[in-house]
């Protein structure tokens, strides 16, 4: 029996996202930029990948539309409000 299955036929949208994220933690990287990671998985989810890039000495650029609950954790945030970006 020679079945090709879909796995994206059968993930929810979290599935897909941890998924892409264990891709990118297998291979070595010294900046990932990530878009809206967060979306699709809870904040205990959220906060564990955050901490494993940080202890891998991953540099992240991470594009979200929720400034994040621990701001200290970042170097810089910018902000993109009515068409003019800020600092935070």
Do not use: N
Request: glycine residues 4%; hydrophobic residues 35%; proline residues 2%.
């Amino acid at each position: 029996m020679d079945e090709t299955v879909k796995l994206s036929d059968h993930l929810s949208g979290g599935e897909k996202a941890r998924l892409c994220l264990a891709r990118l933690l297998l291979r070595s990287y010294e900046v990932l930029l990530i878009d809206e990671f967060s979306s699709a998985v809870d904040e205990e989810t959220t906060t564990f990948i955050r901490e494993l890039l940080k202890e891998r000495q991953i540099s992240f650029i991470e594009i979200s539309h929720r400034i994040p609950k621990h701001p200290e954790d970042y170097h810089k945030i910018y902000v993109l409000e009515d068409g003019k970006l800020s600092t935070k």
